[in-house]
């Protein structure tokens, strides 16, 4: 018997605003959270990204959420990118605009005047990037000790960036008696700290597996020339469509970009060096099936979150198997099967050996010649401590077709993200 949003305590006009973005039924996480959240318990929540969560503190906080002041929000998501943070907004948004509410995101590469204008005019939910909003505090445009809600939004990426001593300054300058939202892709070492800290008797609710399935999707290592990636690169793109390539540094982006294009392959390139709004722009294009393939680094990776990526290429070696996961995990999302490749030069052969043992996965790296016809490899490596998954064996050439991108992502469900 399938539980309903009525069933959860969800009133029923926020109920129509769900129907008529098309979701009619809660995810896993929602159907966890949204009660407690209601009756006004801490959470803490660990749910990997494409969850639903952003709906499962979304819908409680909007539910809650008093009127704000002038420049004294209601409630506030802290979220670790500026990508993230705009998309948080955009989820709330007919959310909010049912109950008369206004939502705002702040964070740093846009310049303040237009922020300060938006606060002065009050805002009831602040979705905010911890060092944009310690500068606005600082300049006296927002004060906190309003705030009756807070939302902690993917607490583990705050540790890896280095957030974590921005996000406990700005939770002592909140109400005490705040109700609590944490939501982190793990619950343990720091996150559990500051859960320790910052909430009261938080309700746990674990969905999901810790790490990205890998079995989702088919994994491949090639072992080619240096000078031959961004050929290879470019013939996965046309093979696969939509696709993610990860580059480690902003100028090896921006190039591979130029490389792309030259080989008749549109693509747009998303890292720290590039303005907020060619960022946006870059994300919009690839999202509505403008452009390809979208090549980015780590950073700025981790507000991406886009249904329907079909295949991942490590054009650089990721750092470790976190990042490699991290990585990864941008494609067979939400059932959908992916294709990720690693490629892989001379100098880097001894460090691919060691990321596959301390990832757990196992197989040859298939040596690519320069033939541009066909670069798929004859085998995949599969988890060293599982049995062979369903898609773990399959080709790249036959894992995920070539899309439409615009067209089936049009056919997503929509507010799937989060």
């Known amino acids: 018997m399938s539980i309903s949003f009525a069933d959860l305590g969800v009133s ?33 929540g660990r749910a990997p990204t494409g969850s639903g969560k952003t709906l499962a503190f979304g819908i409680p906080m909007i539910e809650r959420v008093p009127r704000a002041r002038r420049l004294r929000p209601g409630a506030l998501v802290l979220a670790p990118t500026r990508e993230l943070a705009a998309q948080i907004q955009r989820e709330l948004l007919p959310l909010a605009k049912t109950r008369g509410r ?81 939501f982190s892709a793990t619950l343990d070492g720091d996150i559990a700290a500051l859960a320790r800290e910052y909430q009261n008797d938080p309700v746990r609710h674990e969905v999901g597996e ?24 470019a013939t996965l793109i046309n093979k696969h469509g939509s696709t993610i390539v990860f580059c480690r540094t902003r100028h090896g982006a921006d190039r591979l970009v130029k490389q792309l294009s030259a080989a008749g392959v549109s693509a747009a390139s998303i890292h720290g060096g590039r303005s907020q709004g060619q ?15 979208l090549v980015a680094t780590d950073v700025a990776a981790r507000g991406i979150h886009v249904d329907g990526v079909a295949c991942v290429v490590h054009f650089d070696l990721a750092e470790d198997a976190k990042a490699y996961l991290h990585r990864s995990g941008r494609t067979g999302r939400a059932g959908a099967s992916g294709v990720v490749v690693t490629l892989v030069s001379d100098a880097l052969v001894r460090d691919v050996r060691r990321l596959q043992k301390d990832i757990g996965l196992v197989g040859a790296l298939e040596r690519m010649g320069r033939a541009p016809g066909k670069p798929e490899p004859t085998t995949a490596p599969r988890r060293a401590d599982a049995r062979p998954a369903r898609h773990s064996t399959r080709r790249p050439e036959t894992a995920a077709p070539r899309r439409n991108g615009s067209r089936d992502r049009r056919r997503q469900r929509r507010g799937s993200a989060g």
């Open 12 to 44: 029923a006009d926020l109920i129509d605003a769900l129907t008529k973005r098309g979701i009619t039924e809660p995810f896993p996480i929602q159907a966890a959270a949204i009660p407690d959240a209601l009756a006004g318990r801490d959470i803490s």
């Open 102 to 182: 206004r939502v705002i995101s702040v964070y740093g590469g846009v310049g303040y005047e237009v922020q300060c204008r938006e606060l002065r005019r009050g805002v009831d939910v602040l979705v905010a990037c911890p060092g944009r909003l310690i500068d606005l505090v600082e300049r006296h445009a927002v004060e906190l000790d309003g705030v009756e809600i807070v939302v902690i939004d993917e607490a583990d990426r705050m540790a890896d960036m280095g957030f974590l001593p921005q996000v406990r300054k700005l939770l002592d300058l909140v109400s005490e008696n705040r109700q609590t939202y944490l």
């Open 210 to 233: 810790i790490e990205p399935d890998l079995d989702a999707s088919t994994h491949a290592f090639w072992h080619i020339e240096a000078t031959e990636r961004p050929r290879h690169t």
């Open 279 to 293: 960022r946006d722009r870059a994300l919009q294009s690839f999202k509505q099936g403008h452009v390809d393939a």
